[in-house]
Nanobody
Framework: VQLQASGGGLVQAGGSLRLSCAVS????????MGWFRQAPGKEREFVAG????????KYADSVRGRFTISGNSAKNTVYLQMNSLKAEDTAVYYC????????????????????WGQGTLVTVSS
C-alpha cells in the first residue's frame, strides 16, 4: 500500500486546513489509520487515529475538539480536518497505516504503523 499526503500550507491562526491521505493498493478501510506530526526539534507525535473502517477514533488532547479524522471510500482517501489552528500546530504532518493487530482499535504509537506518507508541511502564523 502507498500513502500520499497533501493539503498542507500556510494559514493564519484561527484558520482551517484539510489534509488528505490518498491510499493506493488496497482500500483504506482495511487498515488502522493515523495522523502524526513532527515539529522542528521535537519528536513525532500522535495527532489522530481511527480503527479499520472508522468505528472508533482517538485524538490527542492538544487537538481534540478542533481536528476531525474522516474517510471517503469512493476516493479511498482519509482526511484530517483542522480548525481553529494555533501556532503550536505548525509541523510536518504524516499519515500512516497498518494492518497489524486488532482492526477494531486505533493505535497511538508510531512504531505500530507499517506504512507512511511523505509528509505535508502545515505552518500557522500567529
Amino acid at each position: 500500500v502507498q500513502l500520499q499526503a497533501s493539503g498542507g500550507g500556510l494559514v493564519q491562526a484561527g484558520g482551517s486546513l484539510r489534509l488528505s491521505c490518498a491510499v493506493s493498493g488496497r482500500t483504506f478501510s482495511s487498515y488502522t489509520m493515523g495522523w502524526f506530526r513532527q515539529a522542528p526539534g521535537k519528536e513525532r507525535e500522535f495527532v489522530a487515529g481511527t480503527s479499520a473502517g472508522g468505528g472508533s477514533a482517538k485524538y490527542a488532547d492538544s487537538v481534540r475538539g478542533r481536528f476531525t479524522i474522516s474517510g471517503n471510500s469512493a476516493k479511498n482517501t482519509v482526511y484530517l480536518q483542522m480548525n481553529s489552528l494555533k501556532a503550536e500546530d505548525t509541523a510536518v504532518y504524516y499519515c500512516a497505516a497498518t494492518s497489524r493487530g486488532s482492526p477494531l482499535h486505533y493505535k497511538l504509537a508510531a512504531e505500530e504503523y507499517d506504512y507512511w506518507g511523505q509528509g505535508t508541511l502545515v505552518t500557522v502564523s500567529s
